[in-house]
């Protein structure tokens, strides 16, 4: 494929992250006589991520198909905080970007260019930065999250190393949340996933109000993990870092609108992941699903698709960034815990409805319900969109 000089496609791929790797996919299957190119300036598809999923986020039709792509599952997951450890018996997931890459490029045999940096984007053309065009009918914008002034952030921010360990570390299942540490720089709360008897992938994760890492300060936070849990370490296999966007507010169409018209952007890129957890997956699926059943693919009608949906789903998640705003604006950043401790101490299945978005009335009732544990002044006040804007 490197040495397409121009070609005429259906659907190029602009970016091979997870969203388009997922709807690539899914119109392979579904539309088999579909001339399809994805184009990743990277050396591999997927870059170096994990993507993880509760399996009750997706319907039992989305996982089945799904499941080619699944590294590691557990039955089980675990929390952690300073008043408890509770065990959650929803199965859980994740995909890394090497099964990605491997299952991606079998699956699009001859239909992936690497090592390939884009230019611009037209309706009908990708242009490359060595000159050449490649023109289709369909051009999707899947190049991940690109900053707007019209979303309001808070962040979720990590680094994570996976481990192997001189010996077993006898984990079973994954740790989503231990928050039973030290809280600095918003919550904190490290996540861990057991791999392999002696392999361990440990993430070092805040929910703060900057962006900004420091690998350094954050690796030796990860050490200290591991030591005081009894792991000695034998090997750093792979370190991983990423920023998820934390919605607190913003404006949906203003957003929209410094997209230009002739784009169609799917995944991070058309806002398109839980406003709180920043999961982008089953987002992900579920616009794959439904992208492979349009009758018709051109850009202008992809956009026109995922802009509806984006903004519907913008108006049905307005509760998840009201918590946003709790979490963020009411809690003092060393108390943030304290919030995620109270949630998680609720009804299994509501916290299920929770992490697919799909929250009953009766859930969102019983989160907000009693004595918040942050000030109530300050949380009456974090209620109205309004109120995270700057001044």
């Known amino acids: 494929m490197d040495r397409i000089e121009a070609a005429d496609f259906d659907v190029i791929f602009a970016g091979g992250g997870l969203a388009s790797g997922l709807t690539a996919f899914r119109l392979r299957r579904e539309k088999p006589q579909l001339r399809l190119l994805v184009v990743e300036a990277g050396p591999s598809l997927g870059g170096n991520h994990t993507w993880s999923f509760h399996s009750p986020d997706l319907s039992p039709e989305q996982n089945a198909w799904l499941a080619p792509f699944i590294a590691h599952s557990w039955p089980?997951?675990?929390?952690r905080f300073p008043?408890?450890?509770?065990r959650l018996n929803a199965s859980y997931n994740s995909l890394t970007s090497a099964r990605l890459h491997d299952r991606l490029t079998a699956e699009l045999a001859g239909e992936v260019m690497l090592n390939t940096s884009i230019a611009a984007l037209g309706e009908d053309?990708?242009?490359?930065?060595?000159g050449r065009a490649l023109h289709a009918r369909c051009v999707i914008d899947g190049r991940g999250y690109a900053p707007s002034p019209a979303l309001v952030l808070g962040f979720q921010k990590f680094l994570g190393l996976e481990l192997r360990c001189a010996g077993p570390h006898r984990e079973t299942a994954p740790v989503i949340m231990d928050a039973a540490v030290s809280q600095d720089d918003g919550y904190r709360f490290v996540y861990t996933l057991p791999l392999a008897p002696d392999t361990i992938l440990i993430e070092d994760t805040y929910y703060a109000d900057g962006a900004e890492l420091d690998p350094a300060l954050l690796r030796g936070k990860i050490d200290a993990y591991a030591a005081a849990?009894?792991?000695r370490i034998a090997e750093v296999i792979r370190e991983e870092r990423g920023?998820?966007?934390?919605?607190l507010a913003g404006n949906i169409d203003a957003f929209w609108a410094g997209i230009p018209a002739s784009q169609a952007p799917i995944g991070l890129r058309a806002a398109l992941f839980h406003p709180t957890t920043g999961y982008s997956l089953p987002d992900a699926v579920r616009l794959a699903d439904a992208i492979a059943a349009l009758p018709d693919l051109t850009t202008r009608g992809v956009r026109a698709f995922v802009e509806a949906r984006s903004k519907q789903l913008w108006r049905e998640r307005g509760f998840y960034r009201m918590l946003n705003r709790m979490l963020f604006l009411a809690a003092e950043p060393q108390q943030r815990y304290s919030v995620l401790q109270r949630f998680y101490s609720l009804p299994e299945q509501l916290i299920e409805r929770f992490y697919a978005a799909a929250s009953t009335s009766a859930d969102k009732a019983r989160i907000l319900i009693g004595r918040p544990?942050?000030?109530?002044?300050?949380?009456l006040a974090s209620l109205p969109e309004a109120s995270a804007w700057p001044a």
């Not at 544990?373 to 949380?379: D, K, L, N, Q």
Request: hydrophobic letters at 45%.
């Open 229 to 231: 849990r009894g792991w």
């Open 76 to 79: 089980a997951q675990t929390v």
């Open 83 to 86: 008043k408890f450890t509770r």
């Open 125 to 130: 053309r990708v242009e490359l930065t060595d």
């Open 373 to 379: 544990p942050v000030s109530i002044r300050r949380a």
């Open 243 to 247: 920023v998820l966007p934390v919605v």
